[in-house]
């Protein structure tokens, strides 16, 4: 079965950076897409980054765009999102998650506060 396990989440002062990781298994890792989505308290789960396969090509929400990236290993089963000048409002739970035929998985989450 797809599993997918976030690690890497954290408290970090704003302007402060992070890097957040995701081990797949149960399918095809190399011929999915990959997505970063995220949950703040109160809100819906939003995408932040995404990144295809095979050409690695990848779209970023316009909030985290320049701050965020977003890449994969192909070879590990691993997406990561480097997280650079983190500001309050990226305070959220941070899933990873694949879409396989019609059905989206999800990780457990990640959570990060971003604080003073």
């Known amino acids: 079965q797809v599993q997918l396990v976030e690690s890497g989440g954290g408290l970090v002062q704003p302007g402060g950076s992070l890097r957040l990781s995701c081990a797949a298994s149960?399918?095809?890792?190399?011929?999915?897409?990959m997505s970063w989505y995220r949950q703040a308290p109160g809100k819906e789960r939003e995408l932040v980054a995404r990144?295809?396969?095979?050409?690695?090509?990848?779209n970023y929400a316009d909030s985290v765009k320049g701050r965020f990236t977003i890449s994969r290993d192909n070879a590990k089963n691993t997406v990561n999102l480097e997280m650079n000048n983190l500001k309050p409002e990226d305070t959220a739970i941070y899933y990873c998650?694949?879409?396989?035929?019609?059905?989206?998985?999800w990780g457990q989450g990640t959570q990060v506060t971003v604080s003073s």
């Open positions: 990144i295809f396969s095979p050409d690695r090509s990848t």
């Open positions: 998650s694949v879409l396989i035929v019609t059905r989206r998985s």
């Open positions: 149960g399918f095809t890792f190399s011929s999915k897409t």
